[in-house]
C-alpha cells in the first residue's frame, strides 16, 4: 500500500504541481484575462450594434488589407526565408556569420525605427523608391514590404535547426538512385521541412497580422486605401469608441484563432502523414 503511494505521487519535475500552478495563474493574468475583457466589453453591444461596428465599409477595407497583406508576406517568406536557411547552413559564403546576424534584425530593431527607415528608403525621392517604376510608400505594397521585413526571420530561425540536423546521407542516396537535384529537394529534402516550414509560416502569419509601429509611417493610413485594421482600433480608442473597439478586436481575435487554427491542423496532418511514410 505504501509503494503505491509512493509511486502514484513520484513526478518526473519535481515540484511538478505547483509549477503547473503558477504557470497557468501567469497565462491567466497575461494572457486570458486581457482576452476575455474584449469579450466582456463587447458583450454588452446588441447583436446589431456589433454587426454595425465591424462591417462598415472602412471597417471591412481594412480587414481585407490586413488580412490579405499578411497572408502574401507570410508566403513570400516561406519561400524566401527557405533559401536563406539553406545559404546559412549549406553554403560557404564571404561574410556568412554578418548575413547571419542581419536576419535578426527585425527582432533587435524598434518597429517605430523600422517604419522610418523603410518608409525613407522606398519613398519615391528614397535611394530604391526613385528607381522602382511604381510608388511603395504609402499604398497597400507598402505595408506588404513591411510585415516581409518583420517576418522573414521567424521562417529563418524556424528552418535552420532542422536543416542542421537533416541526414545528407538520405540526399546522397537518393542522388546514387538516379534522382536530380530538383528532385531530391522536392521529393526528399521538402517532406521533411514541410512541418517546420508551416511553423515559421504560421508565426509570420501570426506576427503580420498585430503589427503596428512598422506598417504606420510606410502605409499613409489612408481609408478605404491603406489602413490596417489596428491602427483602425487604436483610432477608434482615441475616439473613445470603446466598445467599437474592442468589437473590431474581437473580430480580429476570432478571424485570428480560427485561421491559426486551421494551419496547426494542417501541420499535425502533415507531421502525421511523414510518421506514417517513414
Known amino acids: ?72 508576406a507570410a508566403l513570400v517568406n516561406a519561400v524566401f526565408g527557405l533559401l536563406v536557411a539553406w545559404v546559412l547552413v549549406r553554403q560557404r559564403v564571404p561574410g556568412k556569420r554578418i548575413v547571419d546576424a542581419l536576419v535578426d534584425l527585425p527582432f533587435a530593431l524598434p518597429t517605430a525605427v523600422a517604419g522610418i527607415a523603410l518608409t525613407a528608403l522606398y519613398a519615391q525621392n528614397g535611394w530604391i523608391g526613385q528607381v522602382l517604376p511604381f510608388k511603395v510608400s504609402f499604398t497597400p505594397v507598402g505595408v506588404f514590404v513591411a510585415l516581409v521585413f518583420i517576418g522573414l526571420p521567424f521562417v529563418v530561425r524556424t528552418l535552420q535547426p532542422v536543416l542542421e540536423d537533416l541526414d545528407r546521407s538520405v540526399e546522397e542516396a537518393a542522388a546514387t538512385l538516379g534522382a536530380s537535384r530538383l528532385q531530391t529537394f522536392f521529393k526528399v529534402v521538402l517532406p521533411v521541412l514541410l512541418p517546420a516550414l508551416l511553423t515559421g509560416f504560421t508565426l509570420a502569419f501570426a506576427r503580420a497580422l498585430g503589427e503596428y509601429g512598422s506598417v504606420i509611417f510606410i502605409a499613409g493610413n489612408l481609408p478605404m486605401v491603406s489602413e490596417i485594421t489596428p491602427l483602425l482600433i487604436i483610432t477608434r480608442l482615441e475616439q473613445y469608441d470603446y466598445q467599437g473597439a474592442t468589437a473590431i478586436a474581437v473580430v480580429m481575435l476570432v478571424s485570428s484563432f480560427v485561421l491559426l487554427l486551421l494551419i496547426n491542423a494542417l501541420q499535425a496532418w502533415t507531421r502525421r502523414r511523414q510518421g506514417a511514410t517513414t
Do not use: E
Request: glycine share 6%; net charge positive; aromatic share 10%.
Open 1 to 72: 500500500m505504501l509503494s503505491r503511494l509512493l509511486l502514484k505521487q513520484r513526478s518526473v519535475l519535481p515540484g511538478f504541481n505547483l509549477a503547473l500552478g503558477f504557470t497557468l495563474l501567469y497565462l491567466s493574468l497575461i494572457v486570458l484575462l486581457p482576452l476575455s475583457a474584449a469579450f466582456i466589453k463587447t458583450s454588452g453591444m446588441t447583436l446589431q450594434a456589433f454587426l454595425d461596428a465591424v462591417s462598415t465599409p472602412r471597417v471591412l477595407a481594412s480587414y481585407r488589407l490586413t488580412f490579405g497583406a499578411s497572408l502574401a
